[in-house]
Every structure is written in C-alpha cells, then in structure tokens.
C-alpha cells in the first residue's frame, strides 16, 4: 500500500523550535488500565513466574525477565555468550540487573557510572553510562534495539518480559524498548496510555539506528545518579508544527521480502532525505533526588561464569513495590550512604537540526504474517543496518499503522 511521508522543512523545524520550545507534549489523561498497557503475551520459558529480588546470582543464567523499578533497581538486555554484538544476537539476549532479581545476572560494581530513573505519566525510564563491556558487550560495540515484538512477534529477545513496580504492585507490561551498547543503556516501560499517545506510539521502536538520545531523550550526564519526576516525551520521530499538525520521521530503507513464493520489493523513507539531529526536544524535570551510588557490593563478576564460583543469596523474597533485598551480605543492595533531595523544574529544551529535509513521498509494502524478510538496509546517513535485528519482518506493519495514526493526531495534538 501507498503511504505518503510526512517531511519537516528546516524552516518549519527552526520556528517550531523558536516559537514552540516551551510546550510540553499534551497527551490526554493517562489510563493504566488501557488496552497494549498490560502484557497479555506469554512469560518466557526461562523466565521466573513473577519478579523476585534475592534470587540466586547466576551469571550464565538465561532469564529474560527485565525490571525497572528505580534508580538502583533496573535491568537491561545483554549478550547471553560474552563478547556477541547485540545486533547479530538480539534474539538470544538476557537480562542483567542492578540488583540479584529475576533469576538473571548480576551488573557488577564499577560498570555503571551514570543512572538518570525518570517516571512520566506515560512511561518509566532508565538511562545509563558505564562500561558495559562487564556484562559482555564487546568493546566498541554502537549497539542494537531491543522490543518485545521481533521478526515472529515472540519477542527480541525470544520470551523476553517486563515488569516494573512503580505502580505500587508488580506488573507485566506490553510496550517497551531497550537500547544496548557498550557505553550506553536506555530503557523505556509505557505504563499508560492515551488516545492520542496509545503505548504503541510511545513505545514506538521502529528508529533502530538513531541511539538514546533521539529515542529516549533525557539526562545523559555522566557521574551522576537520580530518580526524578518528569514529563513525558513526544512520541519517538514526531516533530510538532507551527500550524498545530505534527511531521513524522522514518529511517530510509530499502528491501525485499518473500510471500507466498513471490518476491516483492518496498522502500521506506527517500533515499535524499536528511536524518534530524535530535529528538524534537528534551522533557522537563522536577522532585529529582540525586544518591552517591548505585553498588550492589558485588563485584569482579565474569559474565558466563558459573553459579557456584559466585556469591549467591541465602533466601529468596516475592516483592511488590518493594526495592529491599533479604539477600545474604555478601550480594546485598548496599545503595548510597548519602542522599541528596533536591526540587528543579527545567523547561523542555527543543532540538533545532542544521540540514534541510526534503519533501518526498515513499512506497511501502507491507508483509504478510510469517513472511521471510531477504532485506539489506540503507539509512539516509549511508551506513548499513543489516538484517540481523530481523527488523522488516514485524516493522513494516508496525509503521504502516504508527505512521497513519500518528497522522491522525495531527488534530488532536494541541501546542
């Protein structure tokens, strides 16, 4: 089918940018109890039944179960056999967690320097620095993206599930994307949804290449650890307009995909396009509470050893909205010892790309369930994204309804 890409002039972006840059995105009332808030898929096979803090430390462990509860309580998707980029092994990736939980492995001490937790009405989010080359992601390594859709719509990783406790109980939730790399992790959970920022749009994991700071915008600083309070972001790739519409931002890729023994061809974006420099802007802050440390006390962990050259806990606890561990002392929580509270309210700050994008039009065929996906992908930038997160299988038709109904809040969207 023919769908038509919405594109942004570099005149329109710098006066939205000028005139705009203080609106926050208008949303709606959140509704928890929305349809895609609530997981309805199935629990891994390797996962525990719930989310368990104290649970044994295995560091060749294959849970799939990720948490993000707080600033000190969070897991990310990491390469179950050390030293695998996450792009070629997306689909086998396990959890690594801050604290022993889940059955999963254990981020050890001195990997994470910087964790910024932020809880918006519409999502939770984590964001760190470090050297996650500690759980296994080789050095260098830009990463890969994380969701729980994937080319058979099992998941990336394969039985991998979310949960996160801020709500005051522990749930499963539908809608999430974890971004990987080997100085770099983002994680976003939709814990609500609107009619106008349903979790799919939210959540919206289509922008594979474009990193944290465009998808998930926020603090990156480094050697700094703080749960705030915040806003909640645009939509990943949504540009709002001068004239109360919003534009939408695709990467540019071409492929084939084979249905039914008929090969067909599809191209997504334009080929001279230009990629935007950043999110449409950064969401404010406020209430943030900063802490000293995020150390677990364990440390000098190698990713693939086995359970018994490891500390492990002496009992295991069912949690729901606690972030306190009966574990033995030595793989116990030992976060700071000073906490700071502090109260700023930043405005939101607006990305003002310096290239001009070009006004196109773009066909986009959309594969059937089950179709096996040949694609090579070139983004706009002219580097190569592969095939290996096995995107165009489940993408195509994901943007294929996120671009129509992100067209449609063209009138619901007010600035």
């Given at each position: 089918?023919?769908?038509?890409?919405?594109?942004?002039?570099?005149?329109?972006?710098?006066?939205?940018?000028?005139?705009?840059?203080?609106?926050?995105?208008?949303?709606?009332?959140?509704?928890?109890?929305?349809?895609?808030?609530?997981?309805?898929?199935?629990?891994?096979?390797?996962?525990?039944?719930?989310?368990?803090?104290?649970?044994?430390?295995?560091?060749?462990?294959?849970?799939?179960?990720?948490?993000?509860?707080?600033?000190?309580?969070?897991?990310?998707?990491?390469?179950?056999?050390?030293?695998?980029?996450?792009?070629?092994?997306?689909?086998?990736?396990?959890?690594?967690?801050?604290?022993?939980?889940?059955?999963?492995?254990?981020?050890?001490?001195?990997?994470?320097?910087?964790?910024?937790?932020?809880?918006t009405p519409l999502y939770v989010q984590i964001m760190a620095l470090g050297d996650f080359t500690k759980?296994?992601?080789?050095?260098?390594?830009?990463?890969?993206?994380?969701?729980?859709?994937?080319?058979?719509?099992?998941?990336?990783?394969?039985?991998?599930?979310?949960?996160?406790?801020?709500?005051?109980?522990?749930?499963?939730?539908?809608?999430?994307?974890?971004?990987?790399?080997?100085?770099?992790?983002?994680?976003?959970?939709?814990?609500?949804?609107?009619?106008?920022?349903?979790?799919?749009?939210?959540?919206?994991?289509?922008?594979?290449?474009?990193?944290?700071?465009?998808?998930?915008?926020?603090?990156?600083?480094?050697?700094?650890?703080?749960?705030?309070?915040?806003?909640?972001?645009?939509?990943?790739?949504?540009?709002?307009?001068?004239?109360?519409?919003?534009?939408?931002?695709?990467?540019?890729?071409?492929?084939?995909?084979?249905?039914?023994?008929?090969?067909?061809?599809?191209?997504?974006?334009?080929?001279?396009?230009?990629?935007?420099?950043?999110?449409?802007?950064?969401?404010?802050?406020?209430?943030?509470?900063?802490?000293?440390?995020?150390?677990?006390?364990?440390?000098?962990?190698?990713?693939?050893?086995?359970?018994?050259?490891?500390?492990?806990?002496?009992?295991?606890?069912?949690?729901?909205?606690?972030?306190?561990?009966?574990?033995?002392?030595?793989?116990?929580?030992?976060?700071?010892?000073?906490?700071?509270?502090?109260?700023?309210?930043?405005?939101?700050?607006?990305?003002?790309?310096?290239?001009?994008?070009?006004?196109?039009?773009?066909?986009?065929?959309?594969?059937?369930?089950?179709?096996?996906?040949?694609?090579?992908?070139?983004?706009?930038?002219?580097?190569?994204?592969?095939?290996?997160?096995?995107?165009?299988?489940?993408?195509?038709?994901?943007?294929?309804?996120?671009?129509?109904?992100?067209?449609?809040?063209?009138?619901?969207?007010?600035?």
């Amino acid at each position: 089918m023919i769908r038509r890409l919405i594109s942004i002039s570099l005149g329109g972006w710098m006066a939205v940018g000028l005139a705009e840059a203080q609106k926050p995105f208008t949303y709606g009332t959140p509704n928890p109890n929305m349809i895609g808030v609530r997981s309805r898929g199935r629990n891994g096979a390797t996962n525990p039944s719930r989310p368990e803090l104290g649970t044994p430390i295995n560091q060749s462990s294959d849970s799939r179960l990720a948490s993000v509860n707080s600033v000190d309580d969070w897991c990310t998707f990491g390469p179950d056999i050390p030293g695998t980029a996450i792009g070629d092994g997306e689909e086998s990736t396990v959890a690594y967690c801050t604290k022993p939980r889940n059955n999963a492995r254990v981020i050890p001490d001195g990997t994470v320097t910087a964790a910024h937790f932020v809880k918006t009405p519409l999502y939770v989010q984590i964001m760190a620095l470090g050297d996650f080359t500690k759980i296994g992601i080789p050095a260098g390594d830009e990463g890969g993206e994380l969701d729980p859709h994937g080319a058979t719509n099992m998941g990336n990783p394969i039985g991998g599930n979310v949960t996160s406790n801020v709500s005051g109980q522990d749930v499963f939730y539908e809608e999430w994307m974890n971004y990987a790399a080997a100085n770099e992790i983002c994680f976003r959970i939709c814990i609500a949804g609107t009619d106008i920022a349903p979790t799919p749009l939210e959540c919206q994991h289509t922008l594979d290449v474009m990193g944290c700071t465009f998808v998930m915008p926020g603090n990156y600083n480094d050697n700094v650890f703080e749960s705030c309070d915040g806003d909640a972001a645009y939509p990943p790739g949504l540009y709002p307009q001068s004239d109360g519409g919003t534009s939408t931002f695709q990467q540019y890729f071409t492929g084939e995909y084979t249905a039914n023994g008929q090969v067909y061809s599809y191209t997504n974006g334009a080929s001279d396009q230009i990629t935007p420099t950043g999110a449409f802007s950064t969401p404010s802050t406020s209430n943030c509470v900063t802490v000293s440390t995020i150390s677990n006390g364990i440390a000098n962990l190698v990713s693939g050893g086995s359970s018994g050259s490891n500390p492990s806990t002496t009992s295991t606890s069912s949690e729901s909205g606690s972030s306190s561990s009966s574990s033995s002392s030595s793989a116990s929580s030992s976060s700071s010892s000073t906490t700071t509270t502090t109260t700023s309210t930043a405005s939101s700050t607006t990305s003002t790309p310096t290239t001009q994008a070009t006004t196109t039009q773009s066909s986009v065929s959309t594969s059937p369930a089950g179709a096996v996906s040949t694609s090579t992908t070139t983004l706009s930038t002219g580097s190569s994204l592969g095939s290996n997160d096995a995107f165009l299988n489940f993408h195509l038709p994901l943007m294929a309804v996120l671009v129509p109904l992100s067209a449609i809040l063209v009138s619901a969207i007010v600035l």
